[in-house]
């Protein structure tokens, strides 16, 4: 029984590869001489960045004169309009295909920043979730700057897991607006509402430090007013400690 069902999967197997190049064949000699009619761009996790749009991808086409609409099929090149593409540092992936019809699909997968950094020393850049970095190029976003005396290393191994942790916090990614890294690398942290500055100490355990901060504004600051303290430290433990200059 054993060597029948080994012998039927592989005659089914057979079968299969057998349909399929078939079916391959067809499809290649269908395309012979057709001209491509239409070109549709499809933008990955549109909903959650807007860095890359699909006028940016016909444009880059454009200007490295790939024109495909009325290029015949097989002339298309799916493989290095994707290598063209990543070039783009806010491009992840590219996948480029034909279909029936003329068409060729080109699909596109941002690269989402996390933080923007924008340094003492002039450097201006954004790093996403694996710490890549991405020069502006005219896309804007809008992202927690980083600034002060903080360096490319400084950022990627404290401030990405950070502005990971924000993005995915609604309350504090609608809150923090700046990070400023002091010369003595500590945190300083500037708010959309308040007039405070928020002394955060090193970047080690960020997340139960913005805890406490967040029962003192529940509790406490409703009870003061927002304006009340111009400074707040949270860098020591189970400690708020509010003063003005």
């Known amino acids: 029984m054993r060597v029948i069902s080994l012998l039927f999967k592989f005659i089914l197997f057979i079968t299969l590869a057998a349909y399929l190049g078939y079916a391959f064949l067809c499809v290649m000699k269908k395309s012979a001489g057709e001209e491509c009619t239409k070109v549709y761009v499809q933008i990955a996790d549109s909903l959650h960045a807007g860095f890359v749009t699909s006028e940016d991808v016909k444009k880059k086409l454009k200007a490295a004169h790939i024109n495909l609409e009325g290029r015949l099929m097989e002339e298309i090149q799916g493989r290095e309009i994707e290598k063209?593409?990543?070039?783009?540092?806010?491009?992840?992936?590219?996948?480029?295909?034909?279909?029936?019809?003329?068409?060729?699909?080109?699909?596109?997968?941002?690269?989402?920043?996390?933080?923007?950094v924008m340094a003492s020393n002039g450097?201006?850049?954004?790093?996403?979730?694996?710490?890549?970095?991405?020069?502006?190029q005219g896309y804007e976003a809008d992202l927690v700057v980083v600034t002060g005396e903080v360096s490319e290393a400084f950022a990627k191994k404290h401030l990405v897991p950070f502005g990971l942790f924000l993005r995915n916090d609604?309350?504090?990614?609608?809150?923090?607006?700046?990070?400023?890294?002091?010369?003595?690398?500590?945190?300083?942290?500037?708010?959309?509402?308040?007039?405070?500055t928020i002394h955060a100490g090193g970047p080690s355990e960020l997340k139960s430090k913005l805890a406490k901060?967040?029962?003192?504004?529940?509790?406490?600051?409703?009870?003061?007013?927002?304006?009340?303290?111009?400074?707040i430290n949270i860098a020591f433990k189970n400690q708020v400690i509010c003063k003005n200059p």
């Open 213 to 231: 901060l967040r029962v003192f504004y529940d509790k406490v600051m409703p009870q003061v007013g927002w304006n009340r303290y111009k400074n």
């Open 84 to 116: 063209m593409l990543v070039k783009d540092p806010f491009i992840q992936k590219a996948t480029c295909y034909k279909t029936p019809g003329g068409i060729v699909n080109i699909i596109v997968e941002q690269r989402i920043p996390v933080l923007r």
């Open 170 to 196: 609604e309350f504090w990614d609608s809150q923090i607006e700046q990070i400023n890294v002091t010369p003595s690398q500590e945190l300083e942290l500037f708010m959309r509402i308040g007039d405070q």
């Open 123 to 136: 450097d201006n850049y954004y790093l996403d979730e694996n710490g890549y970095r991405m020069n502006p």
